[in-house]
């Protein structure tokens, strides 16, 4: 069987997930699953990185809420690394829909609100090498 080679993925916990206090619970499910931090940084974001960040989503009815909810507060940017980590992050955090994200997962387990689903991370390599770029430099992640 083919395995995937380390990679990295960007991951974002919005700001529901530190007013919660939910930090070091969701950086514990990642760090037990055998990811490893790579870099992390805590950061109100601008409207412009918020805009770059969801560039797919705009115009979409949800776009001005996402932008105004990912940019009321701080968060936490961090790159994660490990054996195909985009994939494993987006299975541990559950769908997008917190309604529909299954029990275990950080949504399914912490989350009720679509627009407020606690974390954020990238759906593919190509998506994590576009994200990852708004906010960290490759000095920063060597
Ligand atoms: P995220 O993983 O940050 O990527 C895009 C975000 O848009 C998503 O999580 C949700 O917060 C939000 N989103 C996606 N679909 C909808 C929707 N149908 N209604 C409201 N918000 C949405």
Sequence with gaps: MYHKMSERTFVILKPSAIS????????????????????????????????????????????????????????????????????????????????????GTVRGDYGLDITDNLIHASDSPESYQAEHSIFFTESELS
């Design 20 to 103: 919660r206090q939910l930090v070091g619970e969701i950086v514990g499910r990642l760090e037990r699953k055998g990811l490893r931090l790579v870099q992390a940084k805590v950061k109100k974001i601008s409207r412009e990185e918020a805009e770059r960040l969801y560039a797919v989503h705009r115009g979409k009815p949800f776009y001005e809420d996402l932008i105004k909810t990912i940019t009321s507060a701080r968060v936490v940017l961090m790159v994660w690394e490990g054996r195909s980590a985009v994939e494993v992050v987006r299975k541990l955090i559950g769908s997008t829909d917190p309604v529909k994200a299954e029990p």
